[in-house]
């Protein structure tokens, strides 16, 4: 496994049984807990260039969500809920009850129950580039119109509820896959090097790799009714909302509206999805600034 070394900062390896899983993650840095928590064919590597400057003046965990990277990869708990209680069991079993949150694309979801249900541990959530799991939102999103189906639309939620046959389809084209994505959905698809597309793929192409990441979203509708009640009963953590201005942009900030009371952000100059690879630089910042405001 790599380890990550700038700023004089060392970044170590573990393993945790937390909430019945066996999770990997990745700590370093020293002050207050931030969680980092990746998305979709992703694992804690997705932030690399985020955490040697985060861990100048915060302790930083980045874990593997289970059904990624060395995480393990059950079959069944993928519903936000779930995610979020791994999370929330492994930073207690690392010492921490408050702890500050970034979280991109389906880690955002989890990391937004984790908020809501648990108000005086989180004290502040920054969400990146993920639609709030709403029906409300996701109606839009979904609707069967040349705007929202242009190439495709967000093809890959429902293809992931077809049972057995992504895996079918997906053996011996991972690398496909994933670059489909990333050419797709990137401002400067550059950005994501190929040592990293070979680090996601060395266990997305594993056994049991392709289920674990499609596990977040044969587990959506269950995350769509555990993120309802905030649509009445807002969540009042500080919430900074980014979207890439070539994805979702200030989509993102207006659907956290809905369900948080405290929200801040809008879109990032010049990015597409996959923002902790693509503008590292200037989401530290963002995220330094946030996490150090008085509210």
Known sequence: MMQYDDFNQKFSHHTAIANGVTLHYVIGGEGPPVLLWHGFLETQY????????????????APDMRGYGDSQKPESGYDARTLAEDFRQLVAQLGFRQIYIAAHDMGAPPALIYAGEHPDEVLKLAYLDEPVLLEQHLQQIFQFTPDTLAEGGLWWWTFSLTKGLPETLIAG??????????????????????SAIDEYL?????????SGALGVYRAIFSSIQQTEPFAKKKIQTPVLAIGGDKSLGDRVKTMLKSVAANVQGGAMERCGHFIPHERPDNLVDRLLKFFDEVQ
């Open 173 to 194: 084209h991972e690398r496909d896959f994933l670059t489909y994505f990333y050419s797709t959905y990137c401002h400067d698809p550059a950005s994501i090097e190929a």
């Open 46 to 61: 997705c932030w690399r260039k985020v955490m040697p400057a985060l861990a100048q003046k915060y302790t930083v965990i």
């Open 202 to 210: 060395r266990t997305f192409a594993a056994a049991e790799g392709v």
